[in-house]
């Protein structure tokens, strides 16, 4: 068999404390102290080891209930026991055991016992997933502690039987919280985007509608073709990019890559582009005062840049975007050209 490494704990002869709680470990074998090269005493602890993702030694499978129920019944019915054994598949003593219960308790119910151990029982973990998932796709979804919190509230408003370290530490532990994952597949841990209360709200059902119905209108009244249809949209763009990930040293504490500023500014670009994949030369707007030539240059061809203060788009620039989309689109009286700005 293959032997567990010993670990070796230093522990000052005058801590009796530290003694008692080594002494109080479960699983540990203490003997006798070793005197090396010091003082201090040193205790061997072994077998040490967590269970939290525990390997299966064995090729046993757990049983289904109605196909225990079936075997049970045709042992008491008056077949061998190991005859029913082989035929399910199923563990002599294991059957054995149950034919046991059935005798002494008609109404025994076959499953397993680590159920018994769980907190919740399906239908609670199917509500609690069903929450999360409203929760997020209203944009306030929960964190992992907040999920935990949850969780021991909830088993205290329904007088559930909780383990000790749930009431010790007033919240649920990680350990259910990773068992909880595995038994909803729905869910994953995700990192959100950052979200305005404005864009959350502004983007519902009736809005939407309401778009669309505009939208059938004017088609209706005007007939446009898919290359008179624009999109326009306003973004920010960094100057300073996030640097991609550098072979280094294992074990380096920092690690750089030459960047023009740590810290960058963004300039907002407001671009367009049509139903069939045409594009209008985007509009720079940078947070300067006074705008210079040099700013756009080597930029995209065709592109115009202006200056704001607050590097955003306001009334007067918004009318010289007017100018340069209706330069490129060639919309006019005879051409009529239809957009839509998120």
Known sequence: MEQTPNIYMFIPMSNKDAMQKIAMIGACELKKPKILATTAPIVRVTNLKMVRNKIKKTNKVAIPSETMKVAVNKVLEGTQLNVV??????????????????????????KSNYNNRQVFIAEDEKSLSSYLLIASKMNYGLSTRSTRLLAY?????????????????????????????????????????????????????????EFFQNLKTVRNRYKYNPNCIYYVDETGLTTVQKPVKVLAGRGS???????????????????????????IPPLFIFPRVKFHDYMIKEGPPGCVGFANPSGWMNSEIFIEWIKHFVKYSNSGISSFVTSRQS
Not at 86 to 102: S, W
Not at 178 to 202: C, D, H, I, N, V
């Open 153 to 209: 509230e909830f088993a205290l408003k329904n007088n559930k039987i909780c383990p000790s370290s749930w009431i010790k530490n007033k919240i649920a532990g990680i350990d259910w919280l990773q068992g909880f994952m595995k038994r909803q597949p729905e869910l994953s841990l995700r990192t959100p985007e950052a979200t305005s209360f404005a864009r959350s709200t502004a983007f519902n059902k009736h809005t939407e509608r």
């Open 253 to 279: 504490k920092q690690v750089g890559r030459i960047t023009s500023a740590e810290r960058g500014t963004l300039v907002t670009a407001c671009c367009a582009s049509n139903a069939i994949g045409n594009s």
């Open 85 to 110: 054994a082989r035929q399910f598949n199923i563990d002599r003593m294991t059957l054995k055991r149950y034919c046991r219960k059935k005798r002494l308790n008609p109404n025994e119910a076959f």
